[in-house]
């Protein structure tokens, strides 16, 4: 009967080592597997905040550039209005030099009043030398007509009445004495008109001064 109880006691003592065993080993395994949970989640949270922070800056680049970009065409767009608006404030006429640069004249003054007719005129008038052209256009001559105003008291006003007017009314028979006119008064030395162009020859100056050009 002792022996019996003994084989027992000692059957029972392995049993409860074994589940003392299994329950320090499955606690460990709990504990590691938790550790590495929480390491995984930490460099997923870590890959996910650079991917966040990448994403943002990009974001932030694109837009800076998008911005940029507009406030350059913004600027383009405003140089030209202010030019334009210059033009009418201050009544400068955009000109061309024949086959060279763009000209602004300011016919405020008197001595660029008297030029700007006669560039006018290199659209009417044959000669063998030409130098500026203006193209004459209605709004153009209003302009003219209302400066010629200016110089009422100038030797040459009844000159500008004469010839803007009758160009107001769509006459430029008088373009060769207009053009020499000026020639003269310029103290010019070639060039001198000598004929009206017929229309065709017009239609080529037109296109090859006014229209045919790179800005």
Known sequence: MKKVLSVLLIFLSFVLAGAIVAVVYFSVSDAETGSLSASTSSVASSSSSQSSASSSAESSSSESQERESSGSDDSVASEIQ???????ETKVLLGRELYDSW??????????????????THQKV????????LEIT????????????AFSDSAHYPFYIEILNAWDA???SNAVYAHNYVWNAQDGTIGEAYGLFDESQEAEFVQANFRDIAY
Request: zero cysteines; a negative charge; hydrophobic letters at 50%.
């Open 82 to 88: 202010q030019a334009l608006a210059s033009e009418a």
């Open 103 to 120: 000209i602004y004249l300011d016919i405020t003054e008197e001595s660029t009043f008297l030029m700007a007719i006669h560039y006018m």
């Open 126 to 133: 044959l000669a063998d030398s030409k130098q500026g052209a």
């Open 138 to 149: 209605p709004e153009r001559i209003a302009i003219m007509l209302e400066q010629a105003e």
């Open 170 to 172: 769509g006459d430029f």
